[in-house]
C-alpha cells in the first residue's frame, strides 16, 4: 500500500507541474469596494454559457481570487454580504494564458446585480512569459494556403508577431529553425527522433479540431522545457450544448493556375480537401441526455490530388542509333574498350578505341537489353544528350479522422479523450519509366490523449494527463516484389563475378 500511496502522490504531482500544458488558463484577480480596501470571503464563479460549466472560488484575507479554467469566454460573477453583486461577461480565458479580471462591489442589495462587459485583453503581466493567442474566429476568417497540401494549423503562425516566414524555415521569437516544440493538450507531437518540433507538422489534426492556439515566445515557466526556441500549445475544440457543425471544400485546380515561367505548359493538376465537423452535447434518446454535462467534437476530412508535372525537366536516355550500338555521331565523346588493350613503350596500358565508335551489338549484355527496351524513345529533336522531356504523376490522398469527448462529472471532476486517425499514402511515378521505378510511401498515425482534471481549490488543480502517438511510415519502390532484377538477368552476372 505504501507502494502504491508513492505513486498516486507521484501522478498528481506531475499532473500539477504539468498544468501550464494543457487546455487551461488562469483567472486571477481583487475583489475590492468603492474605498479600495480588500473584501474577503467573497464569491466568485466562472459559468460558461456554452456548456453551463461553473467553477467556483472564494477570495483570501487579501480579497484575491485564483481560478484555473478550460479556454472559452466566461460570464464571471462576484458577490458578497452587502454588496449588489456583479457579473461580468465576455470574459476571455486562453490557453497557458492568465487573464486579470479586477471586481470592485458597491454596497447595495443583492437582488441589485450590476452587469458589466469585460474589456479586451490587456498585458499579462502576471507571468514574465511572452506570449501570443490566436483564437478560433481568427483562424476560420483568415485566408488559407491551399496549395500542394492539406492546410494545417502551424501554418497560421504567420498571423503571430516575432514569427519570421522563410518558406519552411521558420523563426520564432528569434529561436533557430527546428527548435520549436508543438503541444497538443499538453502532448507532444513528436513521433520519433526525426519528425520533432516543425517536422512533425504532418501530424497534426484538422484545423477544424483546434479551438485555439498560443504560441510561447521566450521566458517560458519552468515546465516548458526541452528546447531552446518556442512553444506552440494547441488547444483542440469542444462540443457545447448546442448541436452545430460545418462543412468545406477547398478546390485548386490547374486551369486556375498560371504556367510556370519555365514551364511549356501548364501542369495539370487538380486538388480538393473537403470534409465535416460536427460538435454538441451527447444525446441518446430514452437513454442519456448529456447537456450540461457530457459534450462531444468530431472531424472527419479528406485530400485528393493528382498532379502530372509540367513539361520542363530534360534528360539525356538513348538515341536508336545508340540502341544498336552505334555511337558515330560527332557530338558523342569517344569510347574505348576494356577488353582491347595495349603497353605503350613507356609501360602504360592503354585501350584502343571501338572502330567508327560502334559497339557491336554482340557485346550487348542481358541486363542493358532489358532496361533499354523499357525507356521510351526521345521525343526532343535528335541530339544525343537532353533530347527527352519527361513528365511525372503525383498522387495525394490522406484522410484525417479526429474524435474528443468531455464529461463534467460535476464543477470539481473533469474528464477528457482524445483520439486521432490519420493516413498519407502517396503515389509518385518516375518520369521517365513510369510502372517500374516510381515510389509508394505510407505514412500512418494514431493519436490517444486522457487527462483528468479536479479541482481541489479555486488555486488548486490536480491533473493527470496521459497520451501516446503511434506513427508507421514506410516508402517502397514500385517494382517491390516483382524480381526485376532476375527478369533482367542479374542472377547471372553474379554468378558470373562470382
Known amino acids: 500500500m505504501r507502494h502504491v500511496a508513492r505513486l498516486v502522490a507521484a501522478l498528481i504531482f506531475i499532473g500539477v507541474a504539468g498544468l501550464s500544458q494543457t487546455n487551461r ?54 458577490s458578497a454580504n452587502g454588496f449588489s453583486p456583479q457579473l461580468s461577461s465576455g470574459v476571455i480565458i486562453s490557453t497557458a494564458s492568465t487573464t486579470t479580471l479586477d471586481v470592485m462591489l458597491k454596497l447595495g442589495a443583492v437582488s441589485e446585480e450590476v452587469t458589466v462587459t469585460a474589456s479586451a485583453a490587456s498585458l499579462d503581466t502576471a507571468k514574465a512569459t511572452v506570449g501570443v493567442t490566436v483564437e478560433e474566429n481568427l483562424l476560420r476568417d483568415v485566408p488559407v494556403p491551399v ?15 516575432a514569427v519570421n516566414t522563410n518558406g519552411n524555415r521558420n523563426s520564432i521569437g528569434g529561436g533557430r529553425h527546428g527548435s520549436t516544440v508543438i503541444l497538443l493538450d499538453g502532448l507532444s507531437t513528436d513521433v520519433d527522433n526525426q519528425a520533432m518540433g516543425e517536422n512533425a507538422t504532418s501530424t497534426e489534426p484538422s484545423v477544424e479540431a483546434i479551438g485555439e492556439y498560443t504560441v510561447v515566445l521566450n521566458s517560458g515557466a519552468a515546465e516548458y522545457g526541452r528546447t531552446s526556441g518556442a512553444f506552440l500549445t494547441y488547444s483542440t475544440k ?55 454535462r457530457t459534450f462531444f467534437w468530431s472531424t472527419i476530412g479528406a485530400y485528393r490530388s493528382g498532379a502530372t508535372g509540367a513539361s520542363s525537366a530534360l534528360q539525356s536516355i538513348p538515341t536508336t ?63 544525343p544528350t537532353l533530347n527527352y522531356v519527361g513528365t511525372s504523376t503525383n498522387t495525394f490522398e490522406p484522410v484525417t479522422f479526429t474524435a474528443k469527448i468531455d464529461h463534467n462529472f460535476n464543477s470539481n471532476h473533469r474528464l477528457s479523450g482524445f483520439y486521432q486517425y490519420g493516413t498519407q499514402p502517396r503515389v509518385q511515378t ?35 494527463l496521459v497520451g501516446v502517438n503511434y506513427n508507421t511510415y514506410a516508402t517502397i519502390r514500385s517494382n517491390y516484389g516483382q524480381n526485376i532484377g532476375v527478369k533482367a538477368g542479374l542472377e547471372r552476372i553474379v554468378a558470373y563475378v562470382l
Do not use: C
Not at 473584501?39 to 480579497?63: F, Q, R, Y
Not at 496549395?147 to 508577431?161: D, E, H, L, V, W
Not at 482534471?453 to 488555486?459: E, I, K, L, P
Open 147 to 161: 496549395a500542394g497540401n492539406t492546410r494545417r494549423p502551424y501554418q497560421y503562425i504567420a498571423m503571430s508577431p
Open 321 to 383: 542509333a545508340m540502341r544498336i550500338g552505334d555511337f558515330s555521331d560527332p557530338r558523342v565523346g569517344t569510347l574505348y574498350d576494356v577488353l582491347d588493350r595495349f603497353t605503350t613503350p613507356t609501360g602504360d596500358v592503354r585501350r584502343n578505341p571501338f572502330p567508327g565508335n560502334k559497339i557491336p551489338i554482340t557485346r550487348e549484355s542481358r541486363v542493358t537489353k532489358y532496361f533499354m527496351n523499357l525507356l521510351p524513345l526521345p521525343n526532343r529533336g535528335s541530339a
Open 238 to 292: 469542444s462540443g457545447t450544448n448546442a448541436l452545430h457543425g460545418s462543412g468545406w471544400d477547398y478546390l485548386n485546380n490547374s486551369q486556375l493556375a498560371a504556367r510556370p515561367w519555365a514551364a511549356a505548359a501548364r501542369e495539370k493538376s487538380r486538388s480538393n480537401e473537403f470534409g465535416v465537423a460536427v460538435g454538441g452535447p451527447v444525446f441518446i434518446p430514452k437513454v442519456y441526455d448529456g447537456r450540461n
Open 25 to 78: 488558463g488562469q483567472l486571477i484577480g481583487t475583489v475590492t469596494d468603492a474605498s479600495g480596501s480588500s473584501i474577503p470571503g467573497a464569491a466568485i464563479s466562472a459559468l460558461n454559457p456554452e456548456t453551463a460549466v461553473k467553477i467556483e472560488a472564494i477570495t483570501n484575507d487579501a480579497g484575491q481570487y485564483q481560478m484555473y479554467l478550460p479556454f472559452g469566454r466566461y460570464e464571471v460573477r462576484a
Open 430 to 464: 518516375d518520369s521517365v519509366i513510369p510502372g517500374d521505378f516510381g515510389l509508394t510511401s505510407t505514412n500512418k498515425l494514431d493519436r490517444f490523449r486522457f487527462d483528468y482534471t479536479w479541482v481541489a481549490r479555486s488555486n488548486l488543480v490536480h491533473t493527470l
